[in-house]
DNA sequence: CGCGGCTGATTGACATGTCAATTATGTAGG
DNA sequence: CCTACATAATTGACATGTCAATCAGCCGCG
């Protein structure tokens, strides 16, 4: 728990060979398990991640609507990435957009009848693979420790990555997957 | 900090709200921590992590040349994706696509001399930004327990995901950053 | 040879992401 | 009021991914 690195600790040394393969097997597992709970998404519901997160945060909004913005902050989105996925949702009747009346720039994202269905019916396979493939895969100590690098990496990420306005809030900032 | 879940441990019950908030800022550090390193490599080098991937592993190839498939299957791409990718490498000069002698079906794929430039620019910052963002950030405990993570999960994957042929192979297979 | 099936690779259609404008509306100060 | 700037959201151009279809050259077998 003591040392953090024995040795070169001087200069601006690059990553070890076994440190490679770490990073490596570590980003890529994400990767694939990211790539495989969306594809099961996909062939069981026909929705993406994207619009996953996206319905839960509207199903969980009051009246089920929301500020563009709102939404977008909320699910830790650009802007723009919102908006073209709106529309490509509103095509398939999963959202609608509304005229605000407090603000007339902006517009409220409403929760079509067609898109909570849609995500009711996501919502446990979408659980249950979540669990199938991490949680269940994890032994206790093994998920802490996941929690505990998240929040680690988190942190690193939060003091350096202060350049693009990307992500990398100070606390979790929900995105997809739920 | 013991119990696992206390109860309802026959049925097919459904991830607790602190499992789902560790999944939660699991994978979304980890997809974090992959725009954070794009991003960096492009404003460096101009390369995006997937043309990193395939200079990496041409540059290790002999003659600095690999037909095509073998390239998808080093990088654990799919094929499509490899040759869309090809192509827009090789309007940028990266890489140049050649006939192959041995099976005139095939090609070969070379790495031009402003690739390899390319690439030698872009390996230390990139390496440095992967030991900045990850492996510096961690204390060697917890880089022992993101490679234990990797390879549970990813024995995980293996057994359960044998569905579309995406990614998921029992060992590690290297894609992009390096 | 010549058919049939496999393999290597590309293509087209489309979903998704990013970045840099652009449009329109709010708001503060003179 | 009116200009200057900030904010809400969309748009366009383009990079990246996936899937299914296609095209062409290999190979085995009768």
Excluded: N
Excluded at 75 to 90: A, T
Excluded at 113 to 130: D, E, I, K, M
């Amino acid at each position: 728990m003591m040392q953090d690195t024995p040795r070169p600790r001087r200069a601006r040394r690059l990553p070890t060979t076994e440190e490679l393969r770490i990073w490596r097997d570590f980003i890529e597992t994400a990767e694939t398990l990211r790539s495989e709970l969306t594809a099961r998404l996909q062939s069981e519901s026909s929705l993406s991640s994207g619009d996953y997160a996206v319905l839960l945060a509207l199903s969980e909004a009051e009246g089920h609507r929301m500020r563009s913005s709102d939404l977008a902050s909320h699910i830790d989105w650009e802007r723009s990435r919102l908006s073209h996925h709106l529309g490509r949702m509103e095509r398939r009747d999963l959202i609608r957009r509304e005229e605000c009346a407090a603000d007339s720039r902006g517009a409220e994202i409403v929760l079509t009848p067609t898109g909570l269905q849609s995500f009711r019916q996501a919502t446990v396979p979408h659980l249950s693979a979540v669990r199938e493939l991490f949680v269940d895969a994890l032994t206790h100590e093994q998920l802490i420790a996941a929690g505990d690098l998240a929040a680690t990496l988190r942190a690193r990420l939060s003091v350096s990555g202060r350049r693009r306005g990307s992500a990398a809030q100070t606390k979790a900032a929900r995105s997809d997957d739920g």
